[in-house]
Each structure stands twice: as structure tokens, then as C-alpha cells.
């Protein structure tokens, strides 16, 4: 896969459905983009995709629930790659509410200012009202922005966590269990080391006790922005998170390599 890629929705509970995008890292594979459509008597809608996929997302959107219908949509984070449809949604449903934070609010408005009204400020440890159910916002162990928010849904008894527990993949998969598990614990850990290189700062014991709240909740199914859906892998995956601290850091390639890929692209 060398071009970012939108696959079939498919549903990771009866109630949640994944929008699974992918986009290429060079010589290290495929990362997993997802959004999610959460089917409360309120709909929420988790993230809206890769830019480049604006036109197909929209398409597996429609596929999955009238953009109309939602209520919410709650961004993961202000990173680009959970953007790419946002502003079509806001246009699309103007009654759509934007569930974010304090800074990452303030984070858009360096870009694309989100209006205030539209905007609905959630802090980790508070709860969500949508009909139905109260979804509890969560600080995920490790995270690459300030205002990472991921959610716990008790009604389906699922994790979604953002950019944590993401996992480099050589191909699509369905399901995390589908990935043979060295592949999966090596992905996982070279994502968290590229994505949140902070954790070799961090004392381990610390950190493992950051994932205990976690674990309390008993998830039955993890949903993270970068891998496929997890269910009944939560401990499996929080024990790889766990080794991350002691992991050798990540280099990324240096300038021979680049001169050797602009080398091949001029010849």
C-alpha cells in the first residue's frame, strides 16, 4: 500500500462501528486511521478521518448514519489526521457539537478556529451525557498531544483510546487478533516509541500504574485511532505498553538516506 486507503466500515460492537482509513509510512508499513459512530440515542461520531480521504469517508459515513443524525462529534485530538472531514460535518449538520478541550480548541485556532458555540469542553474524569448513556472521558497512558481525550462507553463495554495502543501493520486487518502476535507486539511498541518518545523519560513503575485505572474498567473491546479493533485484548495490549519505557529509542533515518531516495526519484 503506497497511497492512503478507505476500507468497508464494518461494526466492532452492535452499537459501535469503525471507519478504518490507513495512510503508508515509508519503509517502516501502514498505520490504521479510524473514526468511530457510536449509535447512542444521541449519535457521537469519534474523529472524521485522513484529508486525503475526505470524499471516501463521507461516502463510508453515509454508508453507516445520516451525517444529520449526529449529535456529537467528539475529536480524539487536533491532529490532522483526525480532522479531514470536520469542516464538511460542520457545514453538513449544524447542529453538530464539537466535543474538545480548552487547548485543543486553541490549537485550531492557529488553523481553522472552531466556533465557540459549536464547541462542547470536556476534561479526562468527567462524563459525556448522550440519551442513553454517559461516556467518561479518559487520559490515555501515553499520548502525542495535550489535549488527547479518549472515552469509555459502559454500555458496550468499550475503550477507545486515541493514538495509545496504535501498532505499525505490513497489511489490513479486520481485528488486532488477527496479526500474529510477535508482528503485533513489535508494531506496537514501534509505534509508541515513534509516537510518544517521552516514555523513555518516564519511571516504569509510574507509568504501569497509569494503566491500572484502565485495566479497572474491564473493557471488552479496545478501539485506538491506529490499530484494528481489540476485543478481549485489553491486559494483552497493556502489558506490550507496559515494556515501552525500556525500549531502545527510535532514530529516525538521516540525511544519506534521504540522498539516496532523491537519488532513485531522479533516476
Same mark, same amino acid.
Do not use: K, N, Y
Given at each position: 500500500m503506497d497511497q492512503p486507503t478507505m476500507? &468497508? @466500515?464494518y461494526r466492532a460492537t452492535p452499537e459501535i462501528h469503525v471507519l478504518p482509513g490507513y495512510f503508508p509510512i515509508p519503509t517502516l508499513g501502514i498505520i490504521p486511521s479510524n %473514526?468511530? $459512530?457510536? *449509535?447512542?440515542?444521541? @449519535? $457521537?461520531? $469519534?474523529?472524521?478521518?485522513? &484529508?486525503?480521504? #475526505?470524499?471516501?469517508?463521507?461516502? %463510508? =459515513?453515509?454508508?453507516?448514519?445520516?451525517?444529520?443524525? !449526529?449529535? +456529537? !462529534? +467528539?475529536l480524539a485530538h487536533t491532529d490532522q489526521d483526525h480532522l479531514g472531514s470536520l469542516g464538511w460535518l460542520l457545514d453538513e449538520n449544524p447542529d453538530l457539537r464539537v466535543v474538545t478541550t480548552f487547548i485543543g480548541v486553541g490549537k485550531m485556532s492557529l488553523y481553522a478556529p472552531l466556533p465557540l458555540e459549536r464547541c462542547y469542553w470536556l476534561n479526562p474524569g468527567e462524563s459525556l451525557p448522550v440519551g442513553d448513556r454517559e461516556l467518561l472521558a479518559i487520559k490515555p497512558p501515553s499520548f502525542d &498531544?495535550?489535549?488527547t481525550t479518549g472515552l469509555y462507553d459502559p454500555a458496550s463495554g468499550a475503550l477507545l483510546t486515541a493514538d495509545c495502543l496504535g501498532a505499525l501493520m505490513s497489511e489490513p486487518a479486520q481485528e488486532a487478533g488477527d496479526i500474529e502476535p510477535k508482528h503485533l507486539e513489535e508494531g506496537l511498541m514501534l509505534w509508541a516509541t515513534i509516537d510518544t518518545p517521552w516514555l523513555h523519560q518516564v519511571d516504569a513503575g509510574s507509568f504501569a500504574s497509569t494503566i491500572e485505572g484502565l485495566r479497572a474498567?474491564?473493557? *471488552?473491546?479496545? =478501539?485506538?485511532?491506529?490499530?484494528? %479493533? %481489540?476485543?478481549? /485484548?485489553?491486559?494483552? =495490549?497493556?502489558? /506490550?505498553?507496559? #515494556?515501552?519505557? &525500556?525500549?531502545? @529509542?527510535? $532514530?529516525? @533515518?538521516? #540525511?544519506?538516506v534521504l540522498a539516496e531516495i532523491l537519488a532513485g526519484a531522479g533516476g
Open positions: 476500507l &468497508a @466500515p %473514526a468511530f $459512530v457510536i *449509535e447512542a440515542e444521541e @449519535p $457521537v461520531l $469519534v474523529d472524521t478521518g485522513l &484529508a486525503p480521504l #475526505q470524499a471516501e469517508f463521507q461516502e %463510508a =459515513l453515509r454508508s453507516v448514519i445520516d451525517p444529520a443524525d !449526529l449529535r +456529537w !462529534l +467528539w &498531544a495535550p489535549e474498567l474491564e473493557p *471488552e473491546v479496545v =478501539l485506538s485511532s491506529h490499530l484494528p %479493533a %481489540a476485543p478481549g /485484548m485489553a491486559d494483552e =495490549l497493556f502489558g /506490550m505498553l507496559e #515494556q515501552v519505557p &525500556a525500549c531502545e @529509542p527510535w $532514530v529516525g @533515518p538521516g #540525511q544519506p
